[in-house]
């Protein structure tokens, strides 16, 4: 399986971007799909998560009301979308993929992607 994030960039505080991940490999249906974040000096985390056939979701709160995740079948490929983005979204993103779809807010996920770097200027 490989994972393939592009979308991010420079954007000022209040604006939005929209990342994806491509995804292709095995068949990834029974899949759970993560975004995650790691800023400088601090630890990777959670930020949102989809089950890939049912479509339900997971959000952290920072990030609620602000942020949606999404697929879309026919591109193998799973959004992040960002609006009212904050100078503390500052951070590299990750996506991720859990084989066992379970959507956890863990680091267990069993594939990731090299990462696209999101700035938020204030």
């Known amino acids: 399986v490989q994972l393939v994030e592009s979308g991010g960039g420079l954007v000022q505080a209040g604006g939005s971007l929209r990342l994806a991940c491509a995804v292709s490999g095995r068949p990834f249906s029974g899949y759970a799909m993560g975004w995650f974040r790691q800023a400088p000096g601090k630890e990777r985390e959670f930020v949102a998560g989809?089950?890939?056939?049912?479509?339900?979701?997971s959000y952290t709160d920072s990030v609620k009301g602000r942020f949606t995740i999404s697929r879309e079948n026919a591109k193998n490929t799973v959004y992040l979308q960002m609006n009212d983005l904050k100078p503390e979204d500052t951070a590299v993103y990750y996506c991720?993929?859990?084989?066992?779809?379970?959507?956890?807010?863990?680091?267990?996920?069993?594939?990731w992607g090299q990462g696209t770097q999101v700035t938020v200027s204030s």
């Open positions: 991720a993929a859990d084989t066992l779809g379970r959507m956890v807010g863990t680091l267990d996920y069993d594939y």
């Open positions: 989809i089950v890939w056939s049912a479509g339900s979701t």
